[in-house]
């Protein structure tokens, strides 16, 4: 509700009652009423003027082509080895503490790790610190927020071969939108949805998608986002606190990622197309389509970086369907 009014306040000059948002959603429960209640924070904040509604619910049932879930790949599995192997180091010392407080409890290191961030939903939630928090050290929750970081690297992140293609359908569509043409995609995209203009118009003047944490993930990897400049992968040996791949800074709670096209005057009285990118208010270096300090790209150029997308992948969406 929050993040509605927020883009009402800042985007509501692209509103008009012929020009509303056009918002879909993946099919999951949570993932519908997030959509809604977005909705209803534009109206709220427009002060019923303008009334979006969900137009697209995109299903999430096998079998089913979803830009915004991933689960077209079925060849793709989360590689467990280096987070769990950074696990292994911090984790121990919790579980023993726990079990010598509670006698018979059990806990291994899967289970440390998976309540850890009781923390965090009991805070949101209460809108208050949990008590539960008081349990860990600071420095045990930034070992876990690296194992957070380490896990989506490796499951819908770069450090899985099989990671950015399942994002690849979802940034067709967006260069779609960005160029007013028809998308151009052989991947996870729904082909009957994508080419009506009932289902996917080309003319708004705003879309708002909502997705998945895991997804979204795999759509900056296949835009290029966070990379490292030295193209190292994240390791299991160090954690290093300057990193740019940090999982509470790309899908904290409410994540989103705006991507903005702008018309600009390129100084010779001829109008130019421009692209930036906000990943939860950040902007975002696109230096891989020679974007400045202000994070701004040409389209054109912008459109050229993306080859991953507009190549399908390279080969890699044939992969997540190859038998050993």
Same mark, same amino acid.
């Given at each position: #509700?929050?993040?509605? +009014? ?19 959603? /993946? ?5 519908? *009423? /997030?959509? $809604? ?33 991933? /689960? %077209? ?14 696990? =292994? ?21 899967? =289970? ?12 949101? #939630?209460? &809108?208050?610190?949990?008590?539960? !928090?008081?349990?860990?050290?600071? $420095? ?14 490796? *499951? ?8 950015? +293609? ?27 949805? =994508? ?30 986002? #966070? ?9 299991? $040996? ?9 999982? /509470? ?7 989103? %990622?705006?991507?903005? *096209? ?13 692209? &930036? ?11 891989? !389509? ?35």
């Amino acid at each position: #509700f929050e993040s509605g +009014i927020e883009h009402y306040a800042r985007y509501r000059h692209l509103i008009s009652s012929d020009r509303l948002p056009f918002v879909r959603a /993946s099919g999951s429960d949570r993932v519908i *009423k /997030s959509a $809604e209640i977005w909705a209803d924070a534009i109206s709220f904040a427009s002060n019923d003027v303008y009334h979006p509604e969900t137009s697209v619910i995109l299903p999430e049932v096998d079998g089913a082509n979803n830009t915004l879930d991933d /689960s %077209m790949c079925p060849n793709a599995h989360s590689l467990t080895e280096v987070p769990n192997a950074w696990r =292994d180091t911090f984790v121990p010392l919790i579980a023993a503490r726990f079990n010598e407080a509670a006698p018979g409890a059990d806990l291994d290191a899967e =289970d440390v790790v998976n309540l850890m961030p009781l923390c965090a939903f009991e805070t949101i #939630f209460h &809108r208050a610190t949990s008590p539960f !928090c008081n349990l860990f050290a600071f $420095e045990e929750f930034e070992a876990h927020e690296y194992y957070d970081d380490l896990s989506r690297y490796y *499951k819908t992140g770069p450090g899985n071969p099989l990671g950015p +293609i399942q994002g690849v359908g979802y940034v067709n569509e967006l260069l779609a939108r960005l160029t007013s043409q028809p998308v151009r995609d052989h991947t996870q995209t729904n082909s009957t949805l =994508d080419s009506s203009p009932d289902t996917f118009p080309l003319n708004r003047t705003f879309y708002a998608d909502f997705s998945h944490d895991n997804q979204m993930v795999a759509i900056y990897s296949a835009l290029g986002l #966070f990379q490292r400049e030295d193209g190292r992968a994240p390791s299991a $040996e160090e954690m290093n606190p300057g990193r740019r791949w940090r999982i /509470s800074r790309m899908t904290p709670f409410s994540a989103r %990622m705006v991507v903005e *096209k702008l018309t600009c005057d390129d100084g010779s009285d001829e109008e130019r197309e421009y692209v &930036r990118i906000l990943v939860n208010d950040a902007v975002q270096p696109l230096t891989f !389509c020679g974007a400045g300090a202000d994070g701004v790209c040409a389209l054109d150029d912008f459109v050229e970086s993306q080859a991953y997308a507009r190549g399908n992948g390279n080969g890699d969406w044939s992969k997540c369907f190859e038998l050993d």
